[in-house]
């Protein structure tokens, strides 16, 4: 967005508010003009609303559960704001057949699973595996999780 050259508002979670705020820090050190890119650390239910009903907001993106993302489409319907997305869920999975290199196969999966700590909109976070390499796959995935 801000490529495109607009401005942008990030709302981050409330839980884990921190790399938004550190990110916000660099932009300045980095020469952004100010107010283009601003963060608002603030509790959801009480900005999301606020957010999508500002006459001044063209657009809305937002990433994260289910739940919250039905919240904001029911306050869009009562807000202006003529554009939204939502992407939602992100419980993606990884099939793993008896016939696979299981070290191999381990390997990928907890790669999916830890990417960037878990903060992975398309992390493998299920895993689909037969009974009968499930044990020996559990106890390899165990051990290089350790």
């Given at each position: 967005?801000?490529?495109a050259?607009?401005v942008?508002?990030?709302?981050?979670?409330?839980?884990?508010?921190?790399?938004?705020l550190?990110?916000?820090?660099?932009r300045?050190?980095?020469g952004?003009?100010p107010?283009?890119?601003?963060v608002?650390?603030a509790?959801?239910?009480?900005?999301?609303?606020?957010?999508?009903e500002?006459?001044?907001i063209?657009?809305?993106s937002?990433?994260g559960?289910?739940?919250?993302?039905k919240?904001?489409?029911?306050?869009?319907g009562?807000?202006?704001?003529?554009?939204?997305?939502?992407?939602?869920?992100?419980?993606?999975?990884l099939?793993?057949?008896?016939?696979?290199n299981?070290?191999?196969?381990?390997r990928?999966?907890h790669?999916?699973?830890?990417?960037?700590?878990?903060?992975?909109r398309?992390?493998?976070?299920?895993?689909?595996?037969?009974?009968?390499i499930?044990?020996?796959?559990?106890?390899k995935?165990k051990?290089?999780?350790?």
């Amino acid at each position: 967005m801000l490529a495109a050259g607009w401005v942008c508002v990030v709302k981050p979670s409330e839980q884990t508010p921190l790399t938004a705020l550190h990110v916000a820090h660099l932009r300045k050190e980095v020469g952004v003009t100010p107010g283009v890119a601003n963060v608002i650390p603030a509790h959801g239910p009480t900005a999301g609303p606020v957010i999508l009903e500002h006459p001044d907001i063209n657009k809305v993106s937002f990433t994260g559960c289910t739940r919250v993302g039905k919240l904001l489409q029911e306050a869009a319907g009562r807000s202006k704001t003529e554009r939204d997305n939502r992407e939602l869920g992100g419980k993606s999975q990884l099939v793993i057949f008896p016939d696979a290199n299981l070290d191999e196969a381990t390997r990928i999966a907890h790669l999916h699973v830890f990417l960037n700590i878990g903060q992975c909109r398309v992390a493998a976070s299920r895993l689909c595996v037969l009974e009968d390499i499930y044990d020996n796959l559990f106890a390899k995935a165990k051990q290089l999780a350790a």
